[in-house]
């Protein structure tokens, strides 16, 4: 069971960047077993996958996002990165931070909005 407390968002203009950050707890010695996400939900659409990391720091990528986001961890800080760069509109949206696949009662955390916009 993993609880997140995620943090770093704002309002940015197109084009700024932002770094979220996810603190983990509650993962007891095996975070650095786990991969972990980043998601995010727009108002009126279904949560997506935007990135995740393997164990041994594989990076995976939603193709909009690629080129533009970089996700990183560290396992000595329990915490889980997301530095975003070159921000759309499109982008708008809350980010959660979770394991990958979540659990099946979720155990999602409050998210940090991200708000793009000229």
């Known amino acids: 069971q993993v609880l997140v407390v995620e943090s770093g968002g704002g309002l940015v203009q197109p084009g700024e960047s932002l770094r979220l950050s996810c603190v983990v707890s509650g993962s007891g010695r095996i975070f650095r077993f786990l991969v972990m996400g980043w998601y995010r939900q727009a108002p009126g659409k279904q949560r997506e996958l935007v990135a995740d990391?393997?164990?041994?720091?594989?990076?995976s990528y939603l193709d909009s996002v690629k080129g533009r986001f970089t996700i990183s961890r560290d396992n000595a800080k329990k915490t889980v990165y997301l530095q975003m760069n070159s921000l759309k509109p499109e982008d708008t949206a809350v980010y959660y931070c979770n394991q990958r696949p979540p659990l099946a009662n979720g155990n999602w955390g409050q998210g940090t909005q991200v708000t793009v916009s000229s």
């Open positions: 990391i393997t164990n041994g720091g594989t990076a």
